[in-house]
């Protein structure tokens, strides 16, 4: 890389560009942090020591993979990668509103990347699992303020990057554009930020007592002095339940783009996916973290009452998955491997929606609690749905960053290895979880019966982590020598893909779109009047796709 | 179709009416671990129905719509106004009936949990880093917990150092264990047998060695087990004033 391209990256201020700093430091934070899940296995496969005789060892790897996975690579390549890259080009901007702000974000992001990473090599990691909680966090001799600063930076990223993107949406939208023409994905990301705005406060105020408990002196969470350990928690989860929502609603948003364009259909009731489904999600969101805390000794009225509430998510997230296989009704459906994904993404979300509803229950979370049924059931929601839901949308919009394809019978290799892999983990896991396996356990000597299917979640564990590698390498490999593709190669309607062309420039669009209320970034029923809809008569009129 | 939707808004009007009423019969008995056992079986039924329902819909259209033809376009309708709304009320109210039917029963099973039996032995249990200790009062304090069978225990918990939490798999119990707070929990041991009793709020190092065994006995064997107890206990206390 020469000085030049160096210096364009390092100061650039250009969303594109932004974005794919974004994912190349959240597949970062994702390789390692998946490299830690791998000597977790390891150490589980046989009862007594395995790979570490060390427990803190163990458990200083269990926090940068919870920590990493949740804040560095799920948030941050949702919000961060998807919405940097995607979102200015579905409704037609030629940047964000603030594109210094913006990179100003991504900085302090690497900065909490390398905050993170440096937990390696000092003597002393955080050792407090990605929750920090009071008093063991303040109590231990590991270096807790690594953990607290880190989230500090985070946030402070989020936070800049929410008020970014909901002026950009509000604001710079193409002349003409109006709410109910924004595509399904603008509408996840805008209720992700707005989520993230008014809880990351919350977390980073739960986290600076947390500082100032173990640094300073004070006593907000110490019994003895008056304080109480549950105060944490409260605020911990009042962010970190919603926190679930910033990272299901965009995945949400990506399969929905890449449903409606592979099956050429409109989105399945908009309306009542986007003010029930979307916004219904965000109006209950604040409203069910006690369901984190059912044994965790709150008043019994609480927890009944969050269980009523916990429970009526499923109607949103009803309505949510109503459209989205409404969208298939009908459809002209084909397939690539970003539908491949998406698809499996379906069943995903069944397993892992299904399972949470015994946990929705107070009674029944009595037993399951701290179990590797709720580590299932969690996995398959955030790292198997929403993983999944990003590597879709990885590979639906590969062509439109790289102007290359990165389909493949290598890409379809690394997807079965991944859905295979992660079902094999995953479900011995839910078995010995209603048996009674506790999560967050170096050893399990008091459950010698559950070695077995440790051992085939420990094999399931390395199947995903080959398909991991093979696609991984694959992107890298496509990124650079895949196939030549043509303008707009999945024929879609929005935006992004009949506007734009493939590795859009500075300033997006040859020729800045203004739209009609007849247009609809899902019109495939009259696509030449969608297309007279807007002023640009975009890239299929263009440039003739190839046949 | 309106015919159909009315139809089928009806029955759910219905469905909503009766939940409660399909809640209160009276499947267990007043056991948390046996209602547990109950309520578990019915909601994996509840969930697996729901689950292959969605299941076959996704793999029928993903089936039925395919096709090689990259210029075709999907057909569907668009929704009418009724009919949009229709597609919000109909599973909005199924979704709600089964959650108010899951919510009575759920409620049901709480009450069990938390409303102590008026005989059930008291125990306090205090937990550290890493280690429990049972107080059977009058000074006889153990570090393994024996109970008789047949006798509803109660322990009430509170933590010497951080967060710690009781789990007793096999009893179906679990509550964190907290300094500067008292929680609780009970059971009704049926059987004689030893029960693993382990933690499940990390605690640090040793959190995956905090176990021990719930040894539940015979009243004889209890009543033996306590005699013993009791005289080292007091063994101990002539140890402790000697050498003072």
Same mark, same amino acid.
């Given at each position: 890389?020469?000085?030049?391209?160096?210096?364009?990256?390092?100061?650039?201020?250009?969303?594109?560009?932004?974005?794919?700093?974004?994912?190349?430091?959240?597949?970062?934070?994702?390789?390692?942090?998946?490299?830690?899940?791998?000597?977790?296995?390891?150490?589980?496969?046989?009862?007594?020591?395995?790979?570490?005789?060390?427990?803190?060892?163990?458990?200083?790897?269990?926090?940068?993979?919870?920590?990493?996975?949740?804040?560095?690579?799920?948030?941050?390549?949702?919000?961060?990668?998807?919405?940097?890259?995607?979102?200015?080009?579905?409704?037609?901007?030629?940047?964000?509103?603030?594109?210094?702000?913006?990179?100003?974000?991504?900085?302090?992001?690497?900065?909490?990347?390398?905050?993170?990473?440096?937990?390696?090599?000092?003597?002393?990691?955080?050792?407090?699992?990605?929750?920090?909680?009071?008093?063991?966090?303040?109590?231990?001799?590991?270096?807790?303020?690594?953990?607290?600063?880190?989230?500090?930076?985070?946030?402070?990223?989020?936070?800049?990057?929410?008020?970014?993107?909901?002026?950009?949406?509000?604001?710079?939208?193409?002349?003409?554009?109006?709410?109910?023409?924004?595509?399904?994905?603008?509408?996840?990301?805008?209720?992700?930020?707005?989520?993230?705005?008014?809880?990351?406060?919350?977390?980073?105020?739960?986290?600076?007592?947390?500082?100032?408990?173990?640094?300073?002196?004070?006593?907000?969470?110490?019994?003895?002095?008056?304080?109480?350990?549950?105060?944490?928690?409260?605020? &911990?989860?009042?962010?970190?339940?919603? #926190? =679930?929502?910033?990272? %299901? /609603?965009?995945?949400? *948003?990506? +399969?929905?783009? !890449?449903?409606?364009?592979?099956?050429?259909?409109?989105?399945?009731?908009?309306?009542?996916?986007?003010?029930?489904?979307?916004?219904?999600?965000?109006?209950?969101?604040?409203?069910?973290?006690?369901?984190?805390?059912?044994?965790?000794?709150?008043?019994?009225?609480?927890?009944?009452?969050?269980?009523?509430?916990?429970?009526?998510?499923?109607?949103?997230?009803?309505?949510?998955?109503?459209?989205?296989?409404?969208?298939?009704?009908?459809?002209?459906?084909? &397939?690539?491997?970003?539908?491949?994904? #998406? =698809?499996?993404?379906? %069943? /995903?979300?069944?397993? *892992?929606? +299904?399972?949470? !509803?015994?946990?929705?229950?107070?009674?029944?979370?009595?037993?399951?609690?701290?179990?590797?049924?709720?580590?299932?059931?969690?996995?398959?929601?955030?790292?198997?749905?929403?993983?999944?839901?990003?590597?879709?949308?990885?590979?639906?919009?590969?062509?439109?960053?790289?102007?290359?394809?990165?389909?493949?019978?290598?890409?379809?290799?690394?997807?079965?290895?991944?859905?295979?892999?992660?079902?094999?983990?995953?479900?011995?896991?839910?078995?010995?979880?209603?048996?009674?396996?506790?999560?967050?356990?170096?050893?399990?000597?008091?459950?010698?019966?559950?070695?077995?299917?440790?051992?085939?979640?420990?094999?399931?564990?390395?199947?995903?982590?080959?398909?991991?590698?093979?696609?991984?390498?694959?992107?890298?490999?496509?990124?650079?020598?895949?196939?030549?593709?043509?303008?707009?190669?999945?024929?879609?309607?929005?935006?992004?893909?009949?506007?734009?062309?493939?590795?859009?420039?500075?300033?997006?669009?040859?020729?800045?779109?203004?739209?009609?209320?007849?247009?609809?970034?899902?019109?495939?029923?009259?696509?030449?009047?969608?297309?007279?809809?807007?002023?640009?008569?975009?890239?299929?009129?263009?440039?003739?796709?190839?046949? | 179709?309106?015919?159909?939707?009315?139809?089928?808004?009806?029955?759910?009007?219905?469905?909503?009416?009766?939940?409660?009423?399909?809640?209160?019969?009276?499947?267990?008995?007043?056991?948390?671990?046996?209602?547990?056992?109950?309520?578990?079986?019915?909601?994996?039924?509840?969930?697996?129905?729901?689950?292959?329902?969605?299941?076959?819909?996704?793999?029928?259209?993903?089936?039925?719509?395919?096709?090689?033809?990259?210029?075709?376009?999907?057909?569907?309708?668009?929704?009418?106004?009724?009919?949009?709304?229709?597609?919000?009320?109909?599973?909005?109210?199924?979704?709600?009936?089964?959650?108010?039917?899951?919510?009575?029963?759920?409620?049901?099973?709480?009450?069990?949990?938390?409303?102590?039996?008026?005989?059930?032995?008291?125990?306090?249990?205090?937990?550290?880093?890493?280690?429990?200790?049972?107080?059977?009062?009058?000074?006889?304090?153990?570090?393994?917990?024996?109970?008789?069978?047949?006798?509803?225990?109660?322990?009430?918990?509170?933590?010497?150092?951080?967060?710690?939490?009781?789990?007793?798999?096999?009893?179906?119990?679990?509550?964190?264990?907290?300094?500067?707070?008292?929680?609780?929990?009970?059971?009704?041991?049926?059987?004689?047998?030893?029960?693993?009793?382990?933690?499940?709020?990390?605690?640090?190092?040793?959190?995956?060695?905090?176990?021990?065994?719930?040894?539940?006995?015979?009243?004889?064997?209890?009543?033996?087990?306590?005699?013993?107890?009791?005289?080292?206990?007091?063994?101990?206390?002539?140890?402790?004033?000697?050498?003072?």
């Amino acid at each position: 890389m020469t000085m030049q391209t160096f210096k364009e990256w390092f100061f650039t201020t250009d969303h594109k560009r932004i974005g794919i700093m974004y994912l190349v430091g959240s597949m970062a934070a994702f390789v390692v942090a998946g490299l830690m899940a791998l000597l977790i296995r390891l150490e589980q496969s046989n009862l007594g020591p395995t790979i570490t005789d060390n427990p803190n060892e163990y458990n200083s790897w269990l926090y940068f993979h919870g920590a990493a996975m949740v804040l560095a690579f799920l948030i941050p390549g949702l919000t961060g990668f998807f919405a940097n890259y995607f979102l200015p080009l579905m409704i037609g901007a030629q940047d964000v509103a603030f594109p210094r702000i913006n990179a100003f974000s991504i900085w302090l992001f690497y900065g909490a990347i390398i905050l993170a990473m440096l937990s390696f090599v000092i003597p002393d990691p955080p050792d407090v699992m990605w929750t920090g909680y009071p008093p063991y966090s303040i109590s231990t001799t590991s270096n807790t303020a690594f953990y607290v600063f880190t989230l500090h930076l985070l946030g402070f990223s989020s936070v800049l990057g929410a008020v970014n993107f909901l002026v950009t949406v509000i604001y710079m939208r193409a002349p003409g554009m109006k709410w109910n023409q924004l595509n399904i994905f603008t509408w996840t990301t805008v209720a992700a930020f707005v989520l993230q705005l008014i809880f990351i406060p919350v977390l980073a105020s739960a986290v600076t007592m947390l500082l100032f408990d173990k640094y300073l002196g004070t006593n907000f969470f110490n019994p003895e002095a008056g304080g109480d350990v549950l105060l944490y928690q409260n605020l &911990f989860w009042f962010y970190s339940h919603p #926190a =679930v929502y910033v990272i %299901f /609603l965009p995945a949400c *948003g990506i +399969l929905f783009e !890449i449903f409606a364009t592979m099956c050429k259909n409109r989105v399945f009731n908009y309306k009542a996916c986007v003010y029930g489904g979307i916004w219904g999600i965000v109006g209950i969101s604040g409203f069910v973290w006690v369901h984190h805390l059912y044994v965790s000794g709150m008043p019994d009225w609480l927890r009944i009452g969050q269980m009523v509430t916990t429970l009526l998510i499923s109607v949103p997230v009803g309505l949510l998955v109503m459209s989205m296989w409404g969208t298939l009704y009908k459809g002209a459906i084909t &397939f690539n491997t970003g539908m491949l994904y #998406a =698809v499996s993404c379906l %069943f /995903l979300v069944l397993s *892992g929606g +299904l399972t949470g !509803i015994p946990l929705a229950l107070t009674a029944i979370t009595i037993h399951l609690s701290e179990t590797s049924f709720v580590h299932a059931h969690f996995h398959f929601i955030m790292a198997m749905f929403s993983a999944f839901a990003m590597f879709a949308g990885i590979y639906y919009w590969f062509p439109k960053m790289f102007g290359r394809f990165a389909d493949g019978p290598w890409a379809t290799t690394g997807f079965i290895f991944n859905i295979v892999g992660v079902h094999v983990t995953f479900i011995p896991l839910f078995i010995i979880g209603v048996e009674g396996m506790p999560r967050r356990y170096w050893d399990y000597q008091m459950f010698p019966q559950f070695e077995p299917y440790h051992q085939v979640a420990t094999v399931g564990a390395f199947m995903v982590a080959t398909g991991m590698a093979i696609t991984i390498l694959n992107w890298v490999r496509a990124a650079f020598k895949g196939k030549v593709a043509p303008e707009n190669p999945w024929k879609s309607c929005s935006m992004e893909w009949t506007h734009a062309p493939n590795c859009p420039q500075a300033g997006n669009f040859p020729n800045p779109p203004s739209v009609t209320d007849d247009w609809s970034p899902y019109g495939y029923d009259d696509r030449e009047a969608n297309m007279a809809a807007t002023t640009d008569p975009g890239f299929p009129a263009q440039v003739k796709p190839a046949e | 179709m309106r015919t159909l939707l009315g139809k089928m808004s009806l029955s759910i009007l219905g469905l909503i009416a009766a939940a409660p009423a399909f809640a209160q019969e009276d499947g267990y008995e007043r056991d948390p671990a046996a209602g547990w056992d109950y309520l578990w079986h019915e909601i994996v039924i509840d969930i697996t129905v729901i689950g292959i329902i969605f299941s076959i819909a996704a793999i029928w259209m993903v089936w039925k719509y395919r096709t090689k033809d990259e210029n075709a376009v999907g057909t569907a309708p668009k929704l009418s106004k009724a009919a949009a709304i229709a597609w919000v009320l109909i599973p909005a109210s199924l979704f709600m009936a089964d959650d108010f039917f899951l919510s009575a029963k759920g409620w049901t099973l709480w009450n069990d949990y938390r409303r102590i039996p008026d005989e059930a032995k008291e125990i306090r249990v205090t937990a550290y880093q890493w280690y429990w200790e049972f107080d059977y009062g009058d000074e006889i304090i153990t570090e393994e917990l024996v109970v008789p069978k047949g006798q509803p225990i109660v322990l009430r918990m509170t933590s010497e150092d951080v967060l710690h939490s009781l789990y007793i798999p096999g009893f179906r119990v679990k509550e964190d264990v907290m300094p500067g707070r008292v929680t609780y929990v009970w059971f009704n041991p049926k059987e004689v047998g030893e029960y693993v009793h382990t933690c499940t709020e990390y605690c640090g190092t040793a959190h995956a060695e905090m176990a021990t065994n719930v040894r539940v006995v015979e009243q004889e064997e209890y009543d033996a087990w306590f005699e013993q107890v009791k005289e080292e206990a007091k063994a101990a206390s002539l140890n402790d004033n000697t050498q003072g």
